[in-house]
T-cell receptor, first 113, second 109 residues
Framework: SAVISQKPSRDICQRGTSLTIQCQVD?????MFWYRQQPGQSLTLIAT?????????ESGFVIDKFPISRPNLTFSTLTVSNMSPEDSSIYLC??????????FGQGTRLTVV | DAKTTQPPSMDCAEGRAANLPCNHS???????VYWYRQIHSQGPQYIIH???NNETNEMASLIITEDRKSSTLILPHATLRDTAVYYC??????????FGSGTKLNVKP
C-alpha cells in the first residue's frame, strides 16, 4: 500500500490569498489525483497530475484557479488561488499505488475567511 | 449522463449484516464496480471491487447482478466503527473515480 502525507492538514486563510497544498507519497507512483470535498458533500475530482506534463483538469476546474505541479513520481502540489469563502473545502490527494485501487491522503481542511 | 444511485442513509443494528445497494444507469464492460467508505471526513478507504463475479475479502462481500448495473455491499457483522459514508463508484483504470452522493450508514448499538 502507498502512504500519503498531505501538508498542511488544515489552514485558515484570508480571501484573495493563495494556498499551496503538498502531497508526498512514500513510493513512486504513476498517477496522482486531486479531489475537492465541499462541506457535507461528496468528493469531486479536480484534476490528474501528470509527471512531466501539464495536469489534466475536469470540467469546471481551470489551471488559473488550481495550478498543479508534479515535479517527480512521489510529489505533487495543488495551489488554490485567489481564494474566496466558496473555496472552503477539504482537498484530498490520491494515488494508484500500483494496485487496482486508489489510496487517499487524509486531506487538507481549508477555511477561507 | 451516467448516474449512480444509492440510498442517502441506512440504519443497521450492531452485529447484524448491513446490505448497501447501488445502481448504475450505465456501466461498460471494462468498468469495475468499486466501494469506498469515508469515516468522519478522513480520506476515503478502499473496501472492495469486482467486475462481474461476486467477491469477498476480509472487510466485506460484493454481489454484482448479471447485467452489472446493480451491486450490493455486504458487511456481515456491522460494528459501531463501520458507521461511515459508503460510496459506490466504477472505473476502468483503477485509479480515477467519480463519486456519487453515497450512503450514510448508521450502526446502532
Amino acid at each position: 500500500s502507498a502512504v500519503i502525507s498531505q501538508k498542511p492538514s488544515r489552514d485558515i486563510c484570508q480571501r484573495g490569498t493563495s494556498l499551496t497544498i503538498q502531497c508526498q507519497v512514500d513510493s513512486q507512483v504513476t498517477m496522482m489525483f486531486w479531489y475537492r470535498q465541499q462541506p457535507g458533500q461528496s468528493l469531486t475530482l479536480i484534476a490528474t497530475a501528470n509527471q512531466g506534463s501539464e495536469a489534466t483538469y475536469e470540467s469546471g476546474f481551470v489551471i488559473d484557479k488550481f495550478p498543479i505541479s508534479r515535479p517527480n513520481l512521489t510529489f505533487s502540489t495543488l495551489t488554490v488561488s485567489n481564494m474566496s469563502p466558496e473555496d472552503s473545502s477539504i482537498y484530498l490527494c490520491s494515488v494508484d499505488g500500483g494496485q487496482p485501487k486508489a489510496f487517499f491522503g487524509q486531506g487538507t481542511r481549508l477555511t477561507v475567511v | 449522463d451516467a448516474k449512480t444511485t444509492q440510498p442517502p442513509s441506512m440504519d443497521c443494528a450492531e452485529g447484524r449484516a448491513a446490505n448497501l445497494p447501488c445502481n448504475h444507469s450505465t456501466i461498460s464492460g471494462n468498468e469495475y464496480v468499486y466501494w469506498y467508505r469515508q469515516i468522519h471526513s478522513q480520506g476515503p478507504q478502499y473496501i472492495i471491487h469486482g467486475l462481474k463475479n461476486n467477491e469477498t475479502n476480509e472487510m466485506a462481500s460484493l454481489i454484482i447482478t448479471e447485467d452489472r448495473k446493480s451491486s450490493t455491499l455486504i458487511l456481515p457483522h456491522a460494528t459501531l466503527r463501520d458507521t461511515a459514508v459508503y460510496y459506490c463508484t466504477k472505473s476502468h483504470n483503477f485509479n480515477k473515480f467519480y463519486f456519487g452522493s453515497g450512503t450514510k450508514l448508521n450502526v446502532k448499538p
